[in-house]
């Protein structure tokens, strides 16, 4: 084996010789007492990167970042259709959660009532992977729930929203024709994807009445200044449980 | 069947590499709030190319290569404003060393080392000895072939190599670069 260059003695060093190449070498460094010297002296290099570098990281504005992620526009995705995303959603693939809240921001809310249809439009396109990848800690849904409190004068805690057999994933407001819509997306472990949605409303109280839209179960009421509803694929008899409970501790 | 990466899930999971982004623009620019900015374009120029990236693979590395790429256009850019020609990049921006001297004393030896290095050896030290990326890796995110990764990396080496030992205690006469 000619003398081997630096380049092939850092490649030794940082494991990226193929077998054969470092077998070769390291007979060559074991023969050699030069070019074991020269080794070890290039060793002296290998520091704790990694450590120093975490330390650094450590010093990252994360909420100033965090900031200026949250303010960059979203993407403007053209090569879309609605009836295409809507199409893909009724194929039940997975199904991106910006395409469905453009569907739904995309479409015309004609009258305050039928706010219960667009949220049934939208929930329809939830598949159980559109709530992957979600931050699922405390601190970010607590978050979560005092933007909504900002909107709609509500007083929300991760505590109210407990439910069984169903884990909060997310929530956020949506909006279409300057009516703010919240909504509470569940994960429920037998049946899938699971929403509480609420609205301002000026229709007093109403007792809790059930519905179906597309393949969906519908339990909805409304309390003094919301309306609310609660959607998925539980059966109603389930589902009015949970809206309940729900209604008791929104109320209290 | 197309796989449609929600815009939610992009954006978390952008979000849990800011803080690595943050410190390969430190490392680029020397200079936090150039760190701060190139982190910010970086996110930008993701979101408008989230349909580019495949759910699933590195988001981390694909992160890497976009940061890399806005800076290097930044720092021809700046080069075309100051009418420099071809220069290297380091010593054009302000050395922000503040952010060295707030890590434990080992720490800060080994970024002052690591900055005291030329921009081409430093990011490439950076991406293979702190990020872990093998050198056909860093190839890629540098767009140079795996020679020149190789020969910056045999480089940078030998003069790391000149340095005392690490101490764990500051020594004024240790002969660190401050």
Not at chain 1, 58 to 63: K, R, V, W
Not at chain 2, 3 to 9: D, G, K, L, M, Y
Not at chain 2, 100 to 125: C, G, K, N, S, Y
Request: aromatic share 6%.
């Amino acid at each position: 084996m000619n003398a081997p260059s630096d380049e092939q003695l850092v490649a030794y060093l940082d494991n990226e010789l193929d077998g054969e190449q470092r077998s070769q070498l390291e007979s060559a460094i074991a023969e050699d007492p030069l070019l074991s010297l020269r080794v070890q002296w290039l060793r002296r290099s290998s520091l704790p990167f990694p450590a120093a570098y975490d330390e650094l990281a450590l010093q990252a504005p994360l909420d100033r970042l965090q900031a200026r992620l949250d303010a960059a526009p979203s993407p403007a995705r053209p090569g879309l259709s609605r009836r295409g995303l809507i199409a893909a959603g009724a194929a039940a693939l997975v199904l991106s959660g910006v395409a469905a809240d453009r569907v739904f921001l995309g479409w015309q809310l004609r009258q305050a009532h039928n706010w219960r249809a667009r949220v049934g439009d939208y929930m329809a396109l939830y598949v159980p992977q559109t709530l992957d990848h979600l931050p699922t800690d405390e601190a970010s849904h607590r978050a979560q729930l005092r933007t909504i409190d900002a909107r709609l004068g509500l007083n929300l805690s991760t505590a109210t929203l407990k439910l069984p057999g169903a884990e909060l994933k997310r929530a956020q407001m949506l909006e279409y024709d300057g009516v703010p819509i919240a909504q509470m997306t569940f994960l429920d472990s037998q049946h899938g994807p699971l929403a509480l949605c609420v609205t301002r409303s000026n229709s007093g109280s109403l007792a809790l009445a059930h519905e179906r839209r597309h393949a969906l179960n519908v339990v909805y009421w409304t309390e003094r200044e919301h309306a609310w509803m609660l959607i998925g694929h539980n059966p109603p008899a389930a589902l009015e449980e949970l809206a309940q409970r729900l209604r008791e501790r929104l109320s209290a | 069947m197309t796989i449609i990466f929600s815009e939610q899930a992009f954006r978390a999971e952008l979000s849990q590499h800011l803080a690595r982004l943050w410190r390969y623009g430190l490392l680029l620019s020397r200079n936090r709030h150039v760190a701060e900015d190139l982190v910010q374009a970086t996110c930008v120029r993701a979101l408008e190319r989230a349909s580019q990236y495949v759910a699933g693979t590195r988001m981390d590395r694909w992160l890497l290569s976009i940061l890399h790429s806005i800076w290097l256009n930044e720092v021809r850019a700046r080069q075309v404003r100051q009418g420099q020609g071809v220069v290297d990049a380091d010593g054009q921006l302000a050395f922000d060393g503040e952010y060295a001297a707030q890590t434990h004393v080992m720490a800060a030896q080994v970024i002052r080392r690591v900055d005291a290095l030329p921009q081409a050896q430093r990011e490439t030290v950076y991406l293979a000895y702190v990020e872990g990326l093998s050198y056909r890796e860093v190839a890629d995110i540098l767009q140079v072939p795996i020679g020149t990764v190789m020969s910056r990396l045999a480089t940078a080496r030998l003069k790391l190599a000149e340095y005392p030992p690490l101490q764990a205690v500051p020594k004024p006469t240790a002969g660190d670069p401050q």
